[in-house]
C-alpha cells in the first residue's frame, strides 16, 4: 500500500541521491579537468598527440582555450561539456560526440548480454549452493565461483579464446560481426537488437555468435559476487522466523523456497546487479581490448594508446557518469524493494 | 502464480533465442569454413610473381574467395593527406594509387603506375610526367593531370603530419606571385577547367604544373629544402600524401579546408585502385573488394607491371585483434596471415600449415632502428672522452639477446643497416664494443669517478657524475626493458643514470623539443622510416636544433647530409653518407644500438607477396593484389 508519506520519503530520498551523484560527477569532472589541463607542463603538445605539427599543437591550443588563464578554461571546458561541442578527435579528424555515440551502445550490448547470464547463473548457483549448505555441491560451487573470482580478466580473455578459438574452433577470437553480411541500420545502436528489428537473420545469427565468447568470458569473471551474495542472503533469509512461520502453516517446502525464501533473498542481488553494471563497464576496457570488440572500452584502450587527450577526457567522464548512475540506480532499487533504506537515509 | 508462469516463459523464450542465435552463427560460419585447404607452396617472398589463371583460382575450395589478415593497430585515417601510420598507409595503397610505385625489387628504382612514363631535367629540379589515360576512379570519375595537380596541393593545404614529405621540395606558393589555397582548389573544375583554371594549373612558376591533360610537371625548389634537387623525389612521390583523389567526391564531402582533415575522407575511400573499401567497422575490421570497374582490368596483360594488375582474391578482410586472438587464429585456420613478433619465431616452427620468416634485415630497418642519444649541452657529454665511455658500457649483444631473444643485430648508423650505402657508409667501421674497463678508464681520465667490474674504485677523488634521467617512453615494452637495463649497465661504471618514463606523447615532445637542452640529457630513441630512403634517415638525425632525437649537429656534417641529397652521383652520395657515419661514429655522438629483425607470418597455401620495406602490407610488402592461394 504506497502512501502519500512514503511516496514523499521516496521522492525525498531519490532527490537526495540526484543530488549526491550530481555532485560526485562534477567532483569527477574537475578532478579530470585538473589532471588534463595542469599537471602537464605543456597540455597543447600533450593534447596534440605524438609528433604533431606547430600549427596543430596551435590550433588545439585555440579549440581548447589551453591558452587562456585557468579559470577561463575550466569554463570553456564546463560550457563545451554542457552544450554537448567535445570538439573534433585530433587522431582520427571525426566529431569526438559522434565516436562515443558509435562505441558505447556497442559496450552496453556486450555488458547487457553479460549481466543477463551473470544474473540467471549467479542466482542459480547461490540458490542451489544454499539449498545445499554444507554438502559436496556447496563446496564446488564456492570453490567455482571463487576461481572465477580470482581470475585476472586478462588471463581469463586469453584462455577462452586458446580454449573456444584456438582448441575448440567453436566460437571466433574477436569482433562483432561478420563484415561480409550486410549491418542493419541502427535504430537501437545495439547490433542483435537492430537486426532483429530489421528481420536480418543472417546479422543476428552473426551478431550472438561473435557475441557468445565476450559475454560469457565477462560473465564468467564477474558472477562470483552474485552467487556469493545470493546465497549468503538466501541462507539468512532461510533461517529467518517468517520462513519458519511459513513452514508452521503448512505450506510446501516448494511454495516456501520460491515465494520466501528466493524473493526476499534476491533483493540484495537486484541491487548489486545496478552496481555490477558499472564494474561491467570498467571491465570492459580489458575484455573488449582482447576479444577486439568495438566498444568505449577498447576505444579507451586505443586512446591511452596514442595519447589522445581531447578524447580521452570525455571517456573517462562516460565511464564515470556510467558508474555513478549504475550506482544511483542500485540505491533507488533498493530503497523501493527496502524501505527502511530510505528512512535511514531521512534520519 | 500467472506472474510466476509469464517470467518463466520470457526467460525460456530469450534463452532459446541466445542458443539458436549462437547456434546458427556458428553453423553459418563453420560451414564457411570448412572447405579450409592446405598445401605446401614455394618461397612467397621471390619478386617473381607467378599467379594461377583465373580458371585455377576459381577450383579452389570456397573461401580462397577472401583472404583474412589479422593484426594489431586500426588506420588512424584512410585519407591518403593524413594517414601517419603502417595500418593507415596499408589500405590507403589498396584502394588509391599514385603517380609512381617502388618496383617490386629495390628501394630505388620505380615503376609507372597512374604515370606512363617520367623523365628528370639535366639539374634534377623538374620531373615531367605523362599520365595514362583511361584511368577513372571507382566510381567513374576520371583522372587526368589536374585531378593530380588538386591532389598533391590538397596535401599540403590541408597540412596534417605527412605532408612535409611532400614539403621538403613541393609549396603552396612561388614565394613571389602564385599562391594556391583551399579557396583555389574548391573553385576548380578538374574534369572540364575553364580557361581561368587552366590559366592557373598551367602556371609554370609553382611546384606543380599541368602541361596538358596528361602531362605534368614539379618544379623542385619551392619546399622548405630549399632551391636544390632531392634525388629521394621520387621515394616521397610514391607515398600516399601525392595519391590520386577524386575531387567531385572531396568537394561533396565539405571540400578542402586549410589545416584541416576532411571527416568523410577519413572513414571513407574511393580511389582508382585495384580494391574499393567495402567497409570500415570501426575497432573490428577493413573490408576491401576488387574494384568492379578497375580500369587496368581489360588492358593486356603484358601492358601491366605488379602495381596495375587485377586482384587475384576477390575480398581481403583485415582484422584488428589482439596477439592472442592473432595466433589462435592462423593455427585454426581462421586467418591467413598475421602480424606477430620475430620474437615468436620459434613458437610458429612447430605450427603446420604456418609459415614464419624472417626477413632481411632492411625490413626490419624500415620498422624502427634504435639508438642512444645524449645531450652535448649536458656538461658531462660535452667531454668526448664521456661519450666514448658510454659506448663501451652498453652490452649490446646481451641487449639484444635479452630484448629480442637473439633477433636483431647491432649496426653502425645513421644509414640503417640493408639501405642502399649501408655497407660503403659503414666501411672499415666495427659496431661500438662492450668493454666495461675501457668504459672506467675513460670515464677516470675524463676527471669522474668510475668503477670497474670487480668493484675497484678508479679516480676516487675525482669529480661525482651528476645524477640524470634516462629518458624512455614506457608505451612500449621493448624500449622499456632496454632502457632499464641500458641504465644499469651505465650506473655500474660510474653513470648514475635513472631510467625515466614517459606516455609516447609526453616522450615525442621532448625528443622533438626545438632548442638548446632538455631535462632529459640522454635516453632512448628510434627512427622507423617516413619515406623509403636512406637520406630520410640520414637527415632526421644530423637535423639541425632538434636536440633530443638527433643530438648532433655540426655544418660540416650538415653539408654532407646536403650533398648526400642533392647529388645524382653514387659515389658522391656514398662519399657523403661515409663521411657522415665516420664523423659521427667518432665522436660518439649517438650510440647505435640494435635493429630488430622483422618476421612475416602467413598460411603455407598463400603466395605472391612482393617484400618491399617501403611497403606497408603486413609491414613488409605494398600490394594485395598479387597474392593468391596455390
Not at chain 2, 76 to 97: C, I, N
Not at chain 2, 346 to 352: C, K, L, R, Y
Amino acid at each position: 500500500m504506497v502512501t502519500l508519506t512514503t511516496f514523499r520519503e521516496f521522492l525525498a530520498f531519490v532527490i537526495r541521491r540526484l543530488a549526491s551523484s550530481a555532485l560526485a560527477l562534477f567532483g569527477v569532472f574537475v578532478l579530470v579537468f585538473l589532471i588534463s589541463h595542469v599537471l602537464s607542463p605543456d597540455p597543447a603538445r600533450l593534447w596534440a598527440g605524438p609528433k604533431a605539427r606547430q600549427s596543430t599543437i596551435g590550433a588545439v591550443a585555440a579549440r581548447y582555450h589551453l591558452n587562456l588563464p585557468l579559470p577561463q578554461q575550466f569554463y570553456y571546458f564546463l560550457k563545451d561539456y554542457l552544450t554537448g561541442n567535445l570538439g573534433t578527435d585530433p587522431v582520427t579528424g571525426r566529431q569526438i560526440s559522434s565516436e562515443i555515440a558509435y562505441y558505447l551502445p556497442n559496450t552496453l550490448e556486450l555488458v547487457l548480454a553479460a549481466l543477463v547470464v551473470i544474473v540467471l547463473v549467479g542466482v542459480s548457483l547461490g540458490y542451489v549452493s544454499a539449498m545445499n549448505f554444507g554438502s559436496k555441491k556447496d563446496t564446488a560451487i564456492r570453490i567455482f565461483y571463487l576461481v572465477s573470482w580470482v581470475t585476472p580478466t586478462y588471463l581469463g580473455a586469453i584462455l577462452a579464446i586458446l580454449v573456444f578459438s584456438d582448441y575448440l574452433h567453436i566460437l571466433p577470437s574477436g569482433g562483432m560481426y561478420s563484415p561480409v553480411i550486410n549491418a542493419p541500420p541502427p535504430v537501437t545502436g545495439l547490433f542483435v537488437l537492430d537486426s532483429l528489428i530489421a528481420g536480418n537473420l543472417r546479422a543476428f545469427a552473426s551478431g550472438m555468435y561473435h557475441l557468445a565468447l565476450p559475454a560469457l568470458t565477462l560473465a564468467f569473471l564477474n558472477f562470483g559476487i552474485i552467487t556469493r551474495v545470493a546465497r549468503s542472503s538466501i541462507l539468512e533469509v532461510r533461517w529467518s522466523p517468517h520462513v519458519k512461520s511459513a513452514a508452521a502453516k503448512g505450506l510446501s517446502e516448494r511454495a516456501i523456497n520460491m515465494r520466501h525464501v528466493l524473493r526476499n533473498g534476491l533483493i540484495d542481488v537486484n541491487t548489486l546487479s545496478a552496481v555490477m553494471f558499472g564494474w561491467l563497464l570498467a571491465g570492459t576496457v580489458v575484455v573488449e581490448q582482447i576479444f577486439s570488440w568495438p566498444g568505449i572500452g577498447q576505444f579507451t584502450y586505443t586512446v591511452i594508446a596514442s595519447d589522445d587527450y581531447p578524447v580521452l577526457v570525455p571517456v573517462v567522464l562516460v565511464f564515470t557518469a556510467g558508474v555513478i548512475l549504475a550506482n544511483f540506480v542500485a540505491d533507488v532499487l533498493y530503497s523501493v524493494l527496502d524501505p527502511r533504506i530510505r528512512l535511514g537515509g531521512a534520519r | 502464480m500467472k506472474g510466476a508462469v509469464s517470467r518463466i516463459v520470457l526467460v525460456a523464450l530469450i534463452a532459446v533465442i541466445l542458443i539458436v542465435g549462437v547456434v546458427t552463427g556458428v553453423a553459418l560460419t563453420r560451414r564457411g569454413t570448412a572447405t579450409q585447404s592446405s598445401s605446401t607452396s614455394s618461397s612467397p617472398y621471390s619478386s617473381v610473381v607467378s599467379p594461377p589463371s583465373s580458371s585455377e583460382t576459381t577450383t579452389k575450395s570456397a573461401n580462397t574467395s577472401s583472404l583474412v589478415v589479422e593484426e594489431g593497430q586500426q588506420p588512424d585515417s584512410l585519407d591518403p593527406a593524413v594517414t601517419f601510420q603502417t595500418s593507415g598507409w596499408e589500405v590507403v595503397e589498396q584502394v588509391y594509387q599514385g603517380l609512381v610505385a617502388p618496383d617490386g625489387t629495390s628501394v630505388t628504382t620505380y615503376v609507372g603506375v597512374l604515370a606512363r612514363n617520367w623523365s628528370v631535367s639535366q639539374h634534377g629540379m623538374t620531373y615531367t610526367f605523362t599520365l595514362r589515360q583511361g584511368v577513372h576512379f571507382s566510381n567513374g570519375d576520371p583522372f587526368n593531370a589536374y585531378v593530380e595537380w588538386f591532389s598533391v596541393y590538397r596535401t599540403l593545404i590541408m597540412n596534417q603530419a605527412p605532408a612535409f614529405i611532400l614539403g621538403q621540395n613541393l609549396a603552396t606558393t612561388n614565394g613571389v606571385n602564385f599562391t594556391v589555397n583551399a579557396t583555389t582548389l574548391n573553385s576548380m573544375n578538374y574534369f572540364n577547367p575553364s580557361p581561368s583554371n587552366l590559366s592557373v594549373m598551367e602556371y609554370p612558376l609553382q611546384s606543380v604544373q599541368v602541361l596538358g591533360p596528361y602531362e605534368m610537371a614539379f618544379h623542385l625548389g619551392y619546399g622548405y629544402n630549399g632551391e636544390s634537387p632531392y634525388n629521394a623525389f621520387l621515394a616521397t612521390l610514391s607515398t600516399p600524401m601525392a595519391y590520386a583523389v577524386d575531387p567531385a567526391v572531396v568537394e561533396a564531402h565539405g571540400g578542402v579546408v586549410a589545416n584541416q582533415t576532411n571527416s568523410w575522407m577519413q572513414s571513407n575511400a574511393l580511389g582508382t585502385g585495384f580494391y574499393a573499401l567495402k567497409s570500415w567497422i570501426s575497432g573490428q575490421s577493413v573490408t576491401l573488394v576488387r574494384n568492379p570497374d578497375y580500369w587496368a582490368a581489360d588492358l593486356p596483360v603484358s601492358t601491366l607491371n605488379y602495381a596495375l594488375k587485377p586482384a587475384i582474391i576477390p575480398t581481403v578482410i583485415i582484422y584488428y585483434k589482439s596477439a592472442s586472438a592473432r595466433v589462435a587464429d592462423i593455427k585454426s585456420g581462421v586467418a591467413q596471415m598475421i602480424e606477430a613478433p620475430v620474437q615468436d619465431y620459434q613458437a610458429f616452427q612447430g605450427i603446420a600449415g604456418v609459415n614464419a620468416t624472417v626477413l632481411p634485415i632492411q625490413f626490419g630497418s624500415s620498422e624502427g632502428i634504435y639508438y642512444v642519444y645524449m645531450d652535448p649541452n649536458f656538461t658531462p657529454f660535452s667531454n668526448p672522452l664521456v661519450r666514448e665511455a658510454v659506448s663501451y658500457a652498453i652490452d649490446y649483444a646481451g641487449l639484444i639477446k635479452s630484448v629480442l631473444d637473439g633477433y636483431g643485430i647491432q649496426y653502425t648508423g645513421p644509414v640503417p643497416p640493408g639501405f642502399p650505402f649501408y655497407a660503403q657508409a659503414t666501411a672499415g667501421l666495427s659496431p661500438y664494443r662492450y668493454d666495461p674497463v675501457k668504459a672506467a678508464e675513460l670515464l677516470a681520465q675524463a676527471g669522474y669517478k668510475a668503477s670497474l667490474p670487480n668493484g675497484t674504485i678508479l679516480n676516487p677523488n675525482g669529480k661525482s657524475f651528476p645524477v640524470f634521467d634516462f629518458l624512455y617512453t614506457s608505451d612500449s615494452a621493448l624500449e622499456t626493458q632496454t632502457a632499464q637495463i641500458i641504465a644499469a649497465e651505465l650506473q655500474a661504471v660510474g653513470i648514475p643514470a635513472s631510467a625515466s618514463p614517459l606516455s609516447y606523447a609526453e616522450y615525442t615532445s621532448v625528443i622533438y623539443t626545438v632548442g638548446n637542452s632538455t631535462a632529459y640529457p640522454m635516453g632512448l630513441a628510434y627512427y622507423s622510416e617516413d619515406f623509403t630512403a636512406s637520406i630520410d634517415y640520414v637527415s632526421a638525425l644530423t637535423e639541425n636544433g632538434y636536440v633530443s632525437a638527433s643530438a648532433y649537429y655540426n655544418a660540416t656534417v650538415f653539408n654532407w647530409t646536403v650533398e648526400a641529397a642533392t647529388s645524382s652521383s653514387n659515389q658522391t652520395i656514398s662519399g657523403a653518407f661515409s663521411n657522415i657515419t665516420k664523423a659521427m661514429y667518432d665522436q660518439h655522438v649517438l650510440i647505435w644500438l640494435f635493429v630488430p629483425e622483422f618476421m612475416a607470418v602467413h598460411a603455407d597455401d598463400i603466395a605472391g607477396m612482393i617484400p618491399n620495406p617501403a611497403g606497408s602490407g603486413m609491414g613488409y610488402f605494398m600490394f594485395y593484389n598479387t597474392i593468391y592461394y596455390t
